[in-house]
């Protein structure tokens, strides 16, 4: 459990007390960036080896979505909310300027940072990789291309959100008495492609891991996640001014989890943004190349400058 004052983790706090818990790992002088975990999932998700992080110059800030791991529940959250709780982590730990990166269900929560007014230029840059487009984007057909585990867990079938609520619930607890069989279900969907990455046993731990922290307190962080993904965002992508954030969108052509076609609608949608399409990679192929987008993630264009921390205490 995250203690708030222990090195490397602690609690932030919303506007009504609620709590969620971060984790700081990297360099400790080096540039902030938030990276948002995927569905589900938590703070101690998969990420660069702190050695990596050290020699990119990367302070990597995760944390558990509310309802997830340690971070209390907010119940009804929309994917824009994630905003709010990005920004009184930044402001515990004094960060004036950081960039954000999500992966998958993550990615969704990135791109409303860069949406949202109060943090627009405090935010430098954005990724977002295999993540997913809004429910009711114009012109594209969700389920398209999606493996059939995942259009049941979206709730794709026709069921009601009784019925969805009830299936998460069903797969968590599932997950809870063994984490492993959450991820043999994940595996047995997968690709040639996410299978040559997966095929890593130490991965392969460490997504379980992350599977069971997530599912610790209950199955109502992937709940929320997947109702949040499913309504009404609260914010409308076109809204992202790249002029103030700059944005990246990377894909694997090959996704099945979270097809190609969300990015390649994000792209249309938000201007000026950046994609990339990588041909024969997939969902999981976003953990190699997260090391990448980090790298392009820590140039920041309105200060060029590393120098952004301001009163930090120690330990933070």
């Known amino acids: 459990m995250a203690r708030e004052g222990e090195p490397g983790t602690g609690f932030a706090y919303r506007a009504d007390s609620s709590r969620v818990a971060f984790e700081v790992s990297g360099a ?55 905003a709010r709780d990005v920004e009184v982590i930044a402001d515990q730990l004094a960060l004036t300027r950081f960039a954000v990166a999500g992966r998958s269900g993550g990615g969704p929560h990135a791109l409303a940072c860069a949406a949202d007014a109060r943090l627009r230029h405090r935010v430098s840059r954005v990724a977002a990789l295999v993540g997913f487009a809004p429910s009711n984007a114009g012109e594209l057909d969700w389920y398209s291309g999606m493996n059939a585990d995942n259009v049941n867990g979206f709730g794709g079938n026709g069921g009601d959100t009784a019925g969805l609520v009830e299936e998460i619930r069903r797969r968590a ?10 991820l043999e279900d994940v ?39 997947v109702l949040a993904l499913r309504r009404d965002w609260k914010f409308d992508p076109h809204m992202i001014d790249t002029t103030a954030t700059r944005v990246r969108l990377w ?33 999981f192929d976003a953990m190699k190349e997260l090391p990448r987008i980090l790298r ?21």
Not at 187 to 210: H, K, P, Q, S
Not at 262 to 273: D, Q, S, Y
């Open 187 to 225: 595996m047995a969907e997968m690709t040639a492609a996410d299978r040559r990455v997966i095929n890593d046993a130490a991965l392969r731990r460490l997504i379980t891991d992350t599977y069971e922290e997530a599912l610790r307190a209950g199955p109502y962080g992937w709940i929320d996640d």
């Open 296 to 316: 392009w993630l820590t140039v920041d264009d309105a200060t060029a400058s590393r120098d952004v921390l301001i009163g930090a205490r120690p330990g933070q």
């Open 28 to 82: 400790p002088d080096g540039y902030p960036v938030f990276l948002m975990h995927g569905t589900p999932g938590s703070r101690r998700g998969p990420k660069p080896r702190g050695i990596v992080l050290h020699r990119l110059g990367v302070r990597l800030i995760t944390y558990d979505r509310p309802g997830y791991g340690d971070s209390d529940r907010s119940e009804g959250r929309t994917v824009a909310d994630a």
């Open 173 to 182: 607890e599932r997950a809870s008495e063994d984490p492993r069989r959450l």
């Open 251 to 283: 894909h694997g052509a090959e996704d099945t989890f979270a097809p190609v076609s969300h990015t390649r609608w994000l792209a249309t949608r938000i201007p000026g943004a950046e994609i990339e399409v990588q041909p024969g990679a997939a969902h």
